[in-house]
């Protein structure tokens, strides 16, 4: 195939290679040449290689798979987090908040319209950006940081990762791993290395091999980690601090995506003298996935390079979205409605992981919007036989990063939105199809 892509600029290696794909040369799965190959056929250097994939994946046209390889993308249907469409199942699978325990933003709306914001205007809405300097100095205040406003955690994962790296570096994510980071850093051309998850977070050997195997970035959740639910703990986060103490310019991403509604201690991994970093908290799990706003505190460094991508008239997030973000969150109602959602959803999943114990289903009371259960045989088999009592759950193999991998023996459930009878029907349902 090398042979049929021609150019000696990135772009007009890009252009081949869209043409090619165009005329129905290249289809969806069509491998392309790794990029050595590609350069010593086309006579350039690799960074131009380099370039022109990631002009690619950039565009969408590829995606990296790994080990196995850059392929052309297709229209192929990706696993996405929400609810199922064109069902009559009673879906559990959503890793949705409660509709009902997102706070009615109607009465905030009519406060925060205001003077217009012109071009050239700082991009950052001064009272948010003091709010937030305050809620994040509590965790890394002695670190140093700058704030930025980003169209949600998945948008600041993607710029962060975008600032920093090429493509094909490789990035630490946890296994199983939320699904949007699986999404952003194959999309974004970078090498995804597990590591994997235990119920006190992140493992200290996994992190030590894919720092030997060479990633630039790690993706982290500090609490309530999807999908399995662990947080790191106080003793995990020093372990891995001191595993990164030699690698100081690796970025570390933290997505705290479960801040205010967690009942565990913020840890981190980020060291005192760590130069490259990320705590990124977006309010979507408590002020909804509709206000799609994330606060990124990070280094000095990393803060100017994502300056550079949220210039004005380009990709700003809309003051009116940031006033009524803070407007929300100095609210004493809409604090106290958060407060009861955080209750409300630890309540009603340890309830259902009680249930599930005393049937003799491993599912502990984790932080999260949903349970990771256990299960005595592989998941797809069970989850087919829920199907036919009308639930319709999700599998671990959905959060795999390795797709050689076994089949998952794990459902990812959300519960906390049944009724006592629903939940009760559910963990029968549940246990006869394990049988």
């Known amino acids: 195939m090398s042979d049929q892509i021609t150019g000696t600029t990135a772009a007009d290696i890009a252009d081949s290679v869209r043409g090619l794909r165009d005329r129905g040369v290249l289809r969806a799965g069509s491998p392309l040449p790794p990029v050595r190959e590609l350069a010593a056929t086309l006579g350039v250097n690799r960074n131009t290689a380099v370039a022109a994939y990631r002009q690619l994946a950039q565009a969408g046209i590829v995606i990296s798979r790994g080990r196995a390889g850059t392929v052309i993308t297709g229209l192929e249907a990706v696993a996405q987090e929400g609810y199922a469409s064109d069902t009559v199942l009673r879906d559990v699978g959503t890793g949705n908040p409660d509709p009902r325990l997102i706070p009615d933003p109607s009465q905030a709306l009519a406060t925060v319209a205001g003077r217009p914001v012109l071009y050239g205007e700082p991009v950052i809405d001064r009272g948010l950006e003091q709010w937030a300097q305050q809620w994040i ?63 006190q977070g992140m493992t200290v050997q996994g992190l030590r091999d894919a720092l030997d195997a060479g990633i630039r970035a790690v993706i982290c959740t500090p609490r309530a980690q999807n999908p399995t639910g662990a947080s790191l703990t106080a003793a995990r986060a020093a372990e891995l601090r001191a595993v990164l103490a030699d690698h100081p310019y690796v970025l570390i ?50 803060a100017e390079r994502l300056a550079m991508r949220l210039s004005p008239g380009t990709t700003w997030v809309s003051h009116l979205l940031q006033r009524l973000t803070l407007t929300q969150l100095t609210d004493e109602s809409v604090v106290s409605r958060i407060a009861e959602a955080r209750e409300h959803y630890a309540a009603k999943n340890a309830a259902f992981a009680t249930r599930l114990r005393e049937e003799g289903l ?26 036919r009592r009308g639930w319709l759950a999700r599998t671990g193999d959905d959060f795999a990063l390795d797709e050689r991998a076994e089949p998952s023996q794990h459902l990812r459930l959300t519960v906390h939105d049944l009724s006592d009878d629903d939940a009760e029907t559910l963990v029968a349902d549940l246990v006869a199809a394990v049988r």
């Open 362 to 387: 491993d599912s502990p009371a984790a932080d999260g919007l949903s349970l990771w259960v256990q299960l005595p045989k592989p998941a797809r088999v069970v989850a087919e036989r829920l199907m």
């Open 137 to 199: 100095a509590n965790d890394i205040g002695h670190l140093g940081f700058r704030i930025t406003i980003t169209s949600g955690a998945v948008d600041a994962v993607e710029r962060l990762l975008a600032q920093a790296l090429m493509r094909d570096d490789a990035v630490a994510l946890e296994d199983p791993c939320f699904l949007a980071s699986i999404h952003t850093v194959r999309l974004g051309g970078y090498r995804a290395v597990p590591v994997p998850v235990d119920e």
């Open 253 to 302: 991403i933290e997505d705290d995506h479960f801040s205010m509604l967690s009942h565990q201690p913020y840890e981190s991994l980020i060291g005192p003298e760590h130069r490259r970093f990320a705590l990124v908290r977006s309010v979507s799990k408590f002020l909804g996935p509709d206000m799609c706003l994330a606060i990124a505190a990070t280094d000095a460094t990393t």
